[in-house]
T-cell receptor, first 116, second 113 residues
Framework: GAVVSQHPSRVICKSGTSVKIECRSL??????MFWYRQFPKQSLMLMAT?????????EQGVEKDKFLINHASLTLSTLTVTSAHPEDSSFYIC????????????FGSGTQLSVL | GDSVTQMEGPVTLSEEAFLTINCTYT??????LFWYVQYPGEGLQLLLK?????DKGSNKGFEATYRKETTSFHLEKGSVQVSDSAVYFC????????????FGKGTMLLVSP
């Protein structure tokens, strides 16, 4: 079946640094990818929709300058958390939409970000 | 706005026990309903779905029926296995194309031999 690879699975960084998370669709092309954030014991919250070749669409309340999204190819979207702070510590998950007769959404395994 | 409420976990069962994970929702219109499963170290996978009232989604022995009158989509399995241990997410989408998936908080299921 289709696979989405998300890297890294875990990252620890110092406050003020930037962290890049990659999301790759391994065996299909994805014009649309999604980025979610999950706090402990909370729901996955959609942060933004990443569109290949165009600007990402951010959900209300998500800072686009803080969470930079780049979808430069049909198989790769990146989320960069800029100038990270401890409150950015969270679990980030991406998903990629496979279009066709049976549209499906495939998820990455997530990235646990800890900002010290 | 849309919301999904599912029972808090962890749910701890012995192998071959009956499983129910409750899920209720609030949405405008007629959403599609989903159950996703996340095994340790893996991404979320679609387990089953139902797109209209009274539809029953089923997969791998799991079932859930779209109940419009009670706005529920409870997940059931008659006999769980250790390999079913995972986190289960109930979700809804009120628009085509997945871009508006609303998730519940997830329920961890732990099955012991």
């Amino acid at each position: 079946g289709a696979v989405v690879s998300q890297h890294p699975s875990r990252v620890i960084c110092k406050s003020g640094t930037s962290v890049k998370i990659e999301c790759r669709s391994l065996d299909f092309q994805a014009t649309t990818m999604f980025w979610y954030r999950q706090f402990p014991k909370q729901s996955l919250m959609l942060m933004a929709t990443s569109n290949e070749g165009s600007k990402a669409t951010y959900e209300q309340g998500v800072e686009k300058d803080k969470f930079l999204i780049n979808h430069a190819s049909l198989t790769l979207s990146t989320l960069t958390v800029t100038s990270a702070h401890p409150e950015d510590s969270s679990f980030y998950i991406c998903s990629a939409r496979k279009t066709g007769l049976n549209e499906k959404l495939f998820f990455g395994s997530g990235t646990q970000l800890s900002v010290l | 706005g849309d919301s999904v409420t599912q029972m808090e976990g962890p749910v701890t069962l012995s192998e071959e026990a009956f499983l129910t994970i409750n899920c209720t929702y609030t949405a405008t219109g007629y959403p599609s309903l989903f159950w996703y499963v996340q095994y340790p170290g893996e991404g979320l996978q679609l387990l089953l779905k139902a797109t209209k009232a009274d539809d029953k989604g089923s997969n791998k022995g799991f079932e859930a029926t779209y109940r419009k009158e009670t706005t529920s989509f409870h997940l059931e399995k008659g006999s769980v296995q250790v390999s079913d241990s995972a986190v289960y997410f109930c979700a809804l989408s009120d628009k085509k194309g997945y871009s508006t998936l609303t998730f519940g908080k997830g329920t961890m299921l732990l099955v012991s031999p």
